[in-house]
């Protein structure tokens, strides 16, 4: 890999934003091409950066300059845009989730690992203050022996805010797909490792109404469950509840806890928003603050 990594970005929608805002803070990534089925998206912003070119997404896969393809598209297309890249020889980090089958994921894995690149998938907020430092207590002990976790991410669906939320309610979105690698990340990295699943899910609405943008007042046809509910086994022995919905109007449940032997943690929202980022574990049992 060069210094800096030359990066070219596939899927340049609303969370590209998001990564181009923090192209800037980090000298050791050079943006060089953006790509985008709609050329016009990928115009947009390399109009606005210089030394971005727009390219389409087969001329990015291919380019000699490009050491990683950064796969911001929508979920269906994330193992077909990652495979091309990864049988290119790039570097692939994407946006979650891997892909929408283990099947495909494998098979993506499976060619990085013979084309000696390496794969890489969103999320990364495991890593971050507050999850880290819930791993941190658990490991020192401070609830004993964990045998249990709750992680719940429960709200109305995003047709409210996003201008385009067609994606989330076709196959490869929904609730499961779309936050799911959050909240199954956030327990496997404080529990271990998953042997047993067991769920159930259900599809209440047929249709949802997009509330903002150029579309508003328009439906989109839902193909996917919006509500799941399901119990993970971990090797340990400690069972997880998840539960993932865009059938919730308001929900009071904590967004993650572990409990123990001895005690609980209620741990920071796996997807911080701004005002909560920099809070840390807190341990019910004694209030500390662990940080
Ligand atoms: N919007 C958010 O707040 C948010 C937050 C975290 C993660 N994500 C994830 O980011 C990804 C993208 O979400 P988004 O909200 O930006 O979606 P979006 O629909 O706004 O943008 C996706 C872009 O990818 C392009 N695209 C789709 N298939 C493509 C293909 N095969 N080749 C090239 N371009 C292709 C589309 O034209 C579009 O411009 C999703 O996986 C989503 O789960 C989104």
């Given amino acids: 890999m060069g210094e800096p990594l030359t990066v070219g ?10 990564y181009l805002d923090t192209f800037d803070t980090l000298p050791s ?7 985008d089925l709609d050329p016009d998206r990928a115009g947009a912003v390399a109009a606005e950066r210089p030394g971005t070119r727009a390219v389409t997404p087969d001329e990015l896969v291919v380019a000699p300059d490009i050491d990683l393809v950064l796969n911001l598209t929508v979920p269906a297309a994330h193992a077909d845009v990652a495979g091309k890249a990864v049988a290119a020889g790039k570097h692939v980090y994407g946006e979650k989730p891997l892909a929408t089958t283990v099947a495909q994921a494998t098979e993506v894995l499976a060619a990085a690992d013979q084309a000696g690149v ?13 999850i880290q430092t819930a791993r941190r207590a658990i490991d020192d002990g401070s609830i004993g022996v964990p045998v249990a976790a709750s992680a719940v991410m429960a709200n109305s669906g995003p047709e409210s805010w996003h201008p385009s939320p067609d994606f989330y309610y076709l196959p490869g979105g929904g609730p499961l797909f779309d936050m799911g690698p ?21 599809r209440p609405r047929p249709e949802r109404t997009i509330g ?16 799941v509910s399901g119990a993970l086994v971990h090797a340990s022995g400690a069972i997880s509840t998840i539960i993932m919905s865009f059938d919730t109007v308001a929900t009071r449940a904590s967004n993650l ?35």
């Fill in 257 to 291: 806890e572990v409990h123990g032997e001895h005690g609980s943690l209620i741990v920071p929202d796996p997807t911080p928003s701004p005002e909560t980022r920099h809070c840390a574990a807190r341990a019910t049992t004694t209030g500390r603050c662990y940080r």
């Fill in 182 to 202: 959050y909240y199954v990340t956030a327990p496997v990295t404080l529990l271990g490792p998953v042997t047993r699943v067991t769920g159930t899910a259900g």
């Fill in 29 to 35: 990534l050079r943006l060089a091409a953006v790509a």
């Fill in 9 to 18: 970005i596939i899927g340049a929608g609303a969370i590209s934003a998001q």
């Fill in 118 to 130: 390496r794969v890489g998938c969103a999320p990364d907020t495991v890593l971050g203050t507050g």
């Fill in 212 to 227: 903002s943008g150029a579309r508003a007042g328009v439906s989109v046809p839902v193909e996917v469950d919006t509500h």
